[in-house]
């Protein structure tokens, strides 16, 4: 058996009985809160990084490969169909 299961009782009293849920439960204090703002600020820094060594191809504008004459763009003219009537 470890020896810090009994540590806060005398050996003849009883231990202290939690339930479940208050036994699963974590504590809250300086030592989470420091966590969670440096895990965060590290998120931020490598998202800002990813974004910045992507930058100039995200901001890049593709060439325009369309058409170079109106003889080429009258190909992808077409006209619209009369609309179909019941009988």
């Keep these: 058996m470890p020896a810090d299961i009994h540590h806060h009782t005398a050996p003849n009293e009883p231990a202290t009985r939690l339930n479940a849920t ?43 490969n369309g058409v170079q004459t109106p003889a080429e763009a009258q190909r992808y003219d077409t006209r619209p169909s009369p609309a179909r009537q019941a009988p």
Excluded: C
């Design 22 to 64: 208050r036994a699963r439960q974590g504590r809250w204090g300086k030592h989470l809160f420091w966590i969670l703002i440096v895990s965060t600020v590290l998120a931020a820094i490598a998202l800002f990084g990813a974004w910045s060594y992507r930058a100039d191809d995200l901001a890049a504008v593709e060439v325009n």
